[in-house]
C-alpha cells in the first residue's frame, strides 16, 4: 500500500459520521503495537508549528565498522525488509552518536513525516517532566481533578478524588476503559465522538482503585496534554516548540488537536525518522542536547523505568514509555500503533528508530535476532569494503524501487 494513503487512512476525522476502517493484522499475534488511535473517527484541526531557532549541528553519518558494527548483517537485514514486503517505511541506527544505518524504502524518504501514533505518548511525558521542573506543576502526587476546577465531572468518589498525575502517566488511573482496534464502540472512539474529551474521560467511572491495575488508556494521556495546557498556559504543541522541539532544531511539526484546540495526548504527532531518532537520543543522553539540559535527567531515569504492567512480561510501563527487558534490563522504547518505534538500548549505546506503514514483522524480535547480532565491538572494527558495498547497494535500491 501506498505510504501516504496508509498515514491518510489512519488519521483521525472529526464529525458527525464515523467512517469504519478495520485495520486488521496490524502486527503478528506475537506483538500487537500498544493501542494509539482511532483508525476511523474524526477529522481533526492540526497544530504546525516553526521552531524559531536555526536547526542545530545534525546527528553525524558514520560507517557501520566504525561504530563497531557488521555491513554485512545489517545488509541482510534490509533485504530481508525488503523482500518480505514488510511494510516498514525507515529504519534509523545510531550507535556512538553517529548514524550507522539509515534506509527509506520507497516512496517514503529522509524528508517524509510519519504518524507517531502512541510515540506521541513518550514527548507529552517529557513535557510533563519539563513543566514539572519549571515549577508549573506542582508535584505527580496533585490531584488529577484539581486541575479542572472549572469542570463539574460525574461519578466522583473518594476513589476518583485520589487519582493523581503519577497514576495518569503509569496508566494505572482506575478509570472504567476499555481501548481496542478499530476504536468505534470502545471508550476511545467514543470519546473522540464527544465534544468535550477532557469532559468525557473524567466522567467515566472508576472502575479499580488508583495506582491497582495497568490499563492502557489513550484518554489519561490526552489529560497529561491538557494539564500541560492548564499549567503552562499554552497548548502542549506551543509548548514543546519553546522547550524541546525548537532547541532540537525541528521545523515545523504537524500535531492534530481536540475539539477545544488542545494537543492529541495519545497520538497526532508527526515527525521524520531523523526526528524521531534525535528523541532517543536525547533521552539516551539523560535529557541532554548540545550542552542544554533540556528534559531533567532524573526525570529520564523515572520515565524509562519499569513502574506498572505484568513485571515478568515482555514489556513494562514507565511514564508513558514501555520497557523491554527482553533485549536488555535497561531497554526502553516510545512504541506506536502499525509499527513505530524510538528504542533505546543504554548498554550498547545505541537507538533504533522504526518508522511503518503498517509493519508485519515483530520488530523487537527483529533487533533481537538481526540487529544486535551486528554489534561485534564496543570500538571500531576492521573496514570491510565488499560488505560495506553490498549495504550501499541495498539501501539504493529499496530507496528507488517498492
Given amino acids: 500500500m501506498n505510504w501516504r494513503l496508509a498515514q491518510a487512512r489512519d488519521r483521525i476525522i472529526l464529525g458527525l459520521v464515523c467512517l469504519s476502517i478495520v485495520l486488521s493484522a496490524c502486527t503478528p499475534a506475537a506483538h500487537k503495537s500498544p493501542a494509539s488511535s482511532p483508525t476511523a473517527v474524526l477529522q481533526l484541526p492540526t497544530a504546525s508549528m516553526s521552531a524559531d531557532s536555526q536547526s542545530p549541528e545534525d546527528l553525524p553519518t558514520a560507517t557501520p565498522e566504525a561504530v563497531g558494527m557488521d555491513s554485512q548483517v545489517l545488509a541482510e537485514l534490509i533485504t530481508t525488509l525488503h523482500e ?24 517514503f524518504a529522509a524528508a517524509s513525516r510519519q504518524a507517531l501514533f502512541s510515540c506521541t505518548k513518550s514527548v507529552i511525558s517529557a513535557l510533563v517532566g519539563i513543566a514539572l521542573a519549571e515549577g508549573a506543576i506542582e508535584s505527580l502526587d ?14 466522583v468518589d473518594a476513589r476518583k478524588e485520589r487519582m493523581t498525575l503519577r497514576h495518569l502517566l503509569t496508566m494505572t488511573a482506575g478509570l472504567e476503559w476499555h481501548e481496542a482496534a478499530p476504536y468505534i464502540d470502545d471508550s476511545l472512539g467514543r470519546m473522540v465522538r464527544s465534544t468535550d474529551w477532557v469532559q468525557f474521560i473524567l466522567d467515566q467511572p472508576m472502575a479499580t482503585e488508583p495506582g491497582e491495575v495497568f490499563n492502557y488508556n489513550s484518554g ?10 492548564q499549567t503552562a498556559g499554552k497548548a502542549a504543541h ?40 534525535k528523541i532517543g537520543y536525547l533521552y539516551l543522553h539523560e535529557g541532554a542536547w548540545e550542552g542544554q539540559q533540556l528534559v531533567p535527567a532524573e526525570w529520564v531515569k ?15 510501563y514507565g511514564f508513558q514509555w514501555w520497557t523491554i527487558p527482553e ?18 538500548i543504554p548498554e550498547q549505546d545505541l537507538i533504533v ?32 569494503p565488499e560488505a560495506l558495498q553490498a549495504l550501499q547497494g541495498i539501501l539504493s535500491e529499496v530507496s528507488r524501487t517498492k
Fill in 220 to 229: 489519561v494521556s490526552h489529560l497529561l496534554s491538557a494539564i500541560i495546557q
Fill in 238 to 277: 506551543a509548548y514543546a516548540k519553546e522547550k524541546l522541539f525548537g532547541p532540537l532544531g525541528f521545523p515545523a511539526i504537524p500535531w492534530q488537536l481536540d475539539p477545544q484546540e488542545r494537543s492529541i495526548g495519545g497520538w497526532g504527532l508527526e515527525l521524520t525518522a531523523r526526528e524521531m531518532a
Fill in 142 to 155: 496533585q490531584p488529577v481533578l484539581s486541575f479542572f476546577p472549572e469542570h463539574t465531572f460525574a461519578n
Fill in 327 to 344: 533485549l536488555s534490563p535497561q531497554a526502553f522504547s516510545a512504541i506506536g500503533r502499525l509499527g513505530q518505534y524510538i528504542l533505546v
Fill in 84 to 107: 518480505t514486503d514488510s511494510g516498514v517505511n525507515a529504519v534509523l541506527i545510531v550507535r556512538h552518536g553517529s548514524i550507522a544505518l539509515e534506509a527509506y524504502f520507497a516512496p
Fill in 353 to 384: 528508530v522504526f518508522a511503518s506503514a503498517d509493519a508485519r514483522p515483530d520488530l523487537i524480535t527483529l533487533v533481537r535476532t538481526m540487529i544486535l547480532p551486528a554489534i561485534q565491538s564496543d570500538t571500531s572494527i576492521p573496514d570491510n
Fill in 302 to 316: 523515572l520515565s524509562t523505568t519499569y513502574h506498572a504492567g505484568e513485571e515478568n512480561g515482555r514489556l513494562g
